[in-house]
């Protein structure tokens, strides 16, 4: 039982650059979310999705999208990468609104 | 709109001596209270969590916390802390949507 996997773990991009994060659970979660973690800002959340189909937008979700064609997967992707997007990515998942996430490893992303 | 603030960036503890982490929240509506656990390069696990009923909440790791509704906090004690305490910890809330606002982080420093 893997729980929450991303993919990659690491990724070095030049700015202007587009990028795919890869999310996927295997817990049967309907709701899963993306975070990016900086220094002494704590997580705060991009996207996230209800349920497989949906999608909406989080805190911070200017210049990411995300895509949730499949119950266990969930992507996000940078389509112009810049270097204020330098940060650590988690994805999580809960079963339902209020139960506890369970996240990832995270995926350490600069951007050049 | 809901904030956490945890009110020490930092802690600093000798091993085997008592420690509380300070979390205050705001909210206008009921929340659910949560406390993470980060340790080096990896993401977050679930210390414990308050959904309702006893407003004294035991976690893993022999942690616990109290919530305070009048006092709008929910800080994190352990009466004995050990080197592999050592670790980021960070307060969340969420409302009824299931949206996680998180605190800064507390770095809880267990010296020998």
């Known amino acids: 039982n893997a729980g929450v996997t991303q993919t990659p773990k690491f990724r070095v991009l030049k700015t202007g650059q587009s990028m795919t994060l890869l999310c996927a659970q295997d817990?049967?979660?309907?709701?899963m979310y993306w975070y990016r973690q900086d220094p002494g800002m704590g997580l705060r959340l991009i996207h996230y999705?209800?349920?497989?189909?949906?999608?909406a937008k989080g805190e911070v979700p200017d210049g990411y999208n995300v895509s949730r064609l499949k119950k266990q997967n969930f992507l996000l992707g940078l389509e112009s990468a810049a270097p204020s997007q330098t940060s650590v990515y988690f994805c999580?998942?809960?079963?339902?609104?209020?139960?506890?996430?369970?996240f990832g490893d995270g995926t350490r992303l600069s951007i050049l | 709109a809901q904030s956490v603030t945890q009110l020490d960036s930092q802690v600093p503890v000798f091993e085997e001596a008592p420690v509380e982490l300070r979390c205050n929240y705001s909210?206008?509506?009921?929340?659910?209270l949560f406390w993470y656990v980060q340790y080096p390069n990896q993401g977050l696990q679930l210390l414990l969590k308050?959904?309702?009923?006893?407003?004294l909440v035991k976690g893993i790791n022999g942690f616990e916390a109290e919530f305070n509704k009048s006092q709008t906090s929910f800080h994190l004690r352990k009466p004995s802390v050990h080197i592999s305490d050592t670790a980021e910890y960070f307060c969340?809330?969420?409302?009824?949507?299931?949206?996680?606002?998180f605190g800064q982080g507390t770095e809880l420093s267990v010296k020998p």
């Open positions: 999580a998942s809960s079963y339902l609104a209020n139960q506890p996430q369970h």
């Open positions: 308050y959904l309702s009923g006893s407003t």
């Open positions: 969340a809330v969420s409302n009824q949507g299931g949206k996680l606002i």
């Open positions: 909210s206008s509506v009921s929340v659910y």
């Open positions: 999705s209800v349920g497989e189909g949906t999608t």
């Open positions: 817990m049967n979660h309907e709701y």
